[in-house]
């Protein structure tokens, strides 16, 4: 499984980690993994090879508010998109 910046988005370097695993049944489809599909190994290979979007400034932001004992609302799809709206007007 790959995720986050690099993971996501340099099929070179998944390429290059796969490349000496083939003895334990990773094999790439070099089209996929070059689509940076969710699924990057072959069809016909014995394990599944995985590219995960990951979104790392919320998973910091989560954590720091763990470790501050911050509690935070869920908001709304709704007012996500909007606040976002407003942002990029800004």
Request: proline share 2%.
């Amino acid at each position: 499984m790959f995720a986050g910046g690099i993971g996501e988005n340099a099929p070179k370097v998944r390429a290059r980690i796969c490349a000496g695993l083939g003895f334990l049944g990773i094999e790439l489809e070099e089209k996929r993994n070059a689509a940076n599909e969710g699924v990057i190994s072959a069809a016909a290979g014995r394990v599944t090879v995985r590219v995960i979007h990951t979104d790392e400034e919320l998973m910091i932001a989560r954590t720091v508010c763990r470790v501050l004992g911050i509690t935070i609302e869920k908001q709304p799809d709704h007012e996500k998109k909007n606040m976002s709206d407003s942002e990029d007007r800004s």
